[in-house]
Structure formats: structure tokens, C-alpha cells
């Protein structure tokens, strides 16, 4: 049993947001060709990725957090097709279920041929993006996916407003380029829930630092990695909606190994502790 008393202390937020920083900027220096290790550096620190506040929201961020604080890996959309984006986040307000769905690719990918045409592969990508608001327009689709993640009828009965965000590409293509900037800038419009984003936009955000990324397979969610801020608080009822937990403790980086094994413990007493009708 572990001495309570002193717990061992997570790593300090602005010291964890400046490394991951120059963690992010190597990335984009040494593997911009390399899609599959942004992948993983997001699951990692969901910190870095917008929407868990649907912050794209007209009416400004929520004061809600993510349902479960999690961000979601590889998601399904089912319909006629079946899509996966890369990352999707329940975001919520008092009225609206917002979820966000992330599409990355490569930030070495150009939007623009030389002729200032779009590329095959832009057009590509942002097509995705079409395909998913095609698919959820459907009121049969959006019932099936709101099964699938087995969300509480308190968010599934809210509004549907889903905003479908494009992560792709580099300033350096167009922040020199008038005609290159207006163009970017009609290629996605906020008016129909789509957003396209520069990697060079990306930050990593203060006070966000709680997050579980997961993927969920028949209505279970499956932790990967717990950010290595993450703090026990009194909503650790979210904790008994994921399994794998002490295999996302084990992945924690900049944690010590003190705190991996408080971690566990007090994990364990909150999924054994007893039930009873008021934690229903």
C-alpha cells in the first residue's frame, strides 16, 4: 500500500508544454513526410489538437470539457461507406452535441500546384471531409453513430452540430502569396462546419492537460495514453468507461515511476469502490 500522504507530483504543465514543443517542432523539421508520427505525438499530447471546447462554436468555447475528457483515435462513420478520420473529440454545450472530427496528413503535403490549382492530393483530403457531413446529414446515420459510442442520453439529445477540421500543409506555401492566401482561405468554409488548419497554428494549450486518448470498440473505450499531466479529480467516474488503463499509465511519458504505481492504486479503488444508487 502506498503512503497516500505523499503522492507523487505529475509534471509541471509549462514545463511538459515546452518540451513537447520542441518535440513537435523536430518533428516537423526531421519527419514532415511522415503522417503516421503525428499520429502518434497527438494521441500522445491531445492537448495539441483543437475542438475539445468547441471552441469553433459561433457562440465562443464551451465551459464543458470533452465527454470523458478523451480523445478518440481512428472513429467510425458509418453509412452506405464506412469512413474513419483520424481523431474526433465529443465536444458539448448546454444546447448542442458538437463533435469534432480531425483529419491530418503530412505537413510536407502542398495545396497548391505551381498554376495555383489545388493539388490532387488537397482535393483529395478535403473530399474526406465532404464524405463525413454526406454520410452524418443522414438522420438514420446519426442515430447509429451516436450508438456507437455509447454516449448518455443527457449529450445524445442535445442538437447535432458536428465541425469537420482539415490539418494539412505548411504557411510557408502561401503567407508570402496574396493570391495563394485569398484562395486558401475560400477552400473550407466555417459557415458549413469545416475548418482547414496549417500545422503551424498548432499549439499546445494550458489547462487542457487532463485528457485520455482512446479508441472504442463495441461501445467500449479502450485508453492508449494518459498526457502526463493528468490529475485525479472529482469526475473520476469517467475512469469506469475505460478499460486498459494501467497499460495508458505505463506509455505515461515525463512520469515518474512512483507516480505510474499511485496511479494504479488509486484507479483500482475508484473502479472497486462499492456502488450505490446515488453514483448511478
Not at 465551459?63 to 465536444?91: E, M, Y
Not at 502526463?228 to 469506469?240: A, G, K, R, S, V
Request: proline share 6%; net charge neutral.
Amino acid at each position: 500500500m502506498l503512503n497516500n500522504n505523499i503522492i507523487p507530483n505529475a509534471i509541471d504543465e509549462k514545463e511538459y508544454c515546452n518540451y513537447i514543443k520542441l518535440e513537435f517542432d523536430k518533428l516537423l523539421k526531421d519527419n514532415s513526410n511522415d503522417e503516421s508520427k503525428f499520429q502518434t505525438f497527438f494521441e500522445k499530447n491531445p492537448c495539441y489538437l483543437p475542438g475539445p471546447h468547441a471552441e469553433f462554436d459561433f457562440g465562443g468555447p464551451s465551459g464543458h470539457g470533452p465527454h470523458l475528457n478523451t480523445l478518440i483515435s481512428q472513429p467510425k462513420i458509418n453509412g452506405i461507406v464506412r469512413r474513419n478520420p483520424d481523431f474526433l473529440w465529443f465536444a458539448y454545450d448546454s444546447g448542442s452535441l458538437i463533435p469534432i472530427f480531425i483529419e491530418i496528413e503530412a505537413p510536407s503535403k502542398k495545396i497548391f500546384n505551381k498554376n495555383g490549382t489545388c493539388t490532387a492530393k488537397f482535393t483529395q483530403a478535403k473530399n474526406q471531409l465532404d464524405e463525413w457531413k454526406t454520410i452524418l446529414s443522414r438522420p438514420e446515420n446519426v442515430t447509429s453513430f451516436l450508438r456507437t459510442y455509447n454516449l448518455p442520453e443527457s449529450i445524445s439529445d442535445l442538437y447535432f452540430e458536428p465541425y469537420y477540421i482539415l490539418i494539412y500543409g505548411r504557411r510557408t506555401e502561401f503567407e508570402n502569396n496574396t493570391w495563394l492566401k485569398q484562395k486558401r482561405g475560400q477552400l473550407l468554409s466555417k459557415a458549413n462546419r469545416q475548418i482547414l488548419m496549417s500545422y503551424d497554428r498548432l499549439q499546445p494549450r494550458y489547462s487542457n492537460g487532463n485528457f485520455i486518448s482512446s479508441t472504442i470498440k463495441e461501445g467500449t473505450y479502450k485508453a492508449k495514453y494518459l498526457m502526463p499531466t493528468f490529475q485525479l479529480n472529482p469526475n473520476y467516474e469517467n475512469l469506469l468507461e475505460f478499460s486498459n488503463l494501467n497499460s495508458a499509465i505505463d506509455k505515461m511519458e515525463f512520469t515518474s515511476i512512483e507516480r505510474k504505481a499511485y496511479l494504479k492504486e488509486m484507479i483500482e479503488e475508484i473502479i472497486n469502490k462499492p456502488r450505490t444508487e446515488d453514483d448511478e
